[in-house]
């Protein structure tokens, strides 16, 4: 099918991924990492994952830990994080990679690097030319970080780059740093209804556009 004329907010001269939920479908490893936290150190599972979607896994531990304890959870979650049984590439995330190959792109992602590398490989998606993990930053989302980061790295200005994500700590730091968002599932939050929502990546194309930048565009 070709596709329809571009929605204007989908312009841009760059894109940025986020991994978990958005590239990667791990929810069920990562939900049932969290809930055995929860039982260990009796919380309540459904807060903890709520607290955890988009954040660094440091972050959401010193959140709910005592301090003594988080560097032994952190390394108990690193090694478990690793087991890939489950984890599969987002519908259609492999193709409009590949179609948006040789265009400014980067990994935007509150993993690390080693976690990152290890769920792309398993989920048999490429690794865009830029990667921006947990390791890179200080501050990881909903700070803008990460994502300023990955811009710089393009060299391309933050209000041309199209930002994709699943999760309002995502979009958060995506519109802090002065970036459209396109979010990828079914986040219907007021954050979420400030951007164009797709349930995946199937029927998603490029098309150039005239004044050297390009559109991500549905098929009509």
Known sequence: MSPETPDERMNCEALLFDMDGTLVDSTALVERLWSELAFRWNLVPGEVISHAHGRPTAATLMHFLPAEAVAEELGRFQRDELDGVGIRAI???????HAARGLPTALVTSASRRLATHRMEVARIGMPSVVVTADDVQH???SPDPFLLAADALGV????????????TGLTAAAAAGMRSIVVGANRSLIAQQSVVIPEFSGLGIRSLSDGSFAVVTGG
């Open 157 to 168: 200005q933050p209000a041309d780059c199209l930002v994709f994500e699943d999760s309002d």
């Open 91 to 97: 519908a259609g995330a492999v193709d409009f990679l």
């Open 140 to 142: 990881g989302k909903p």
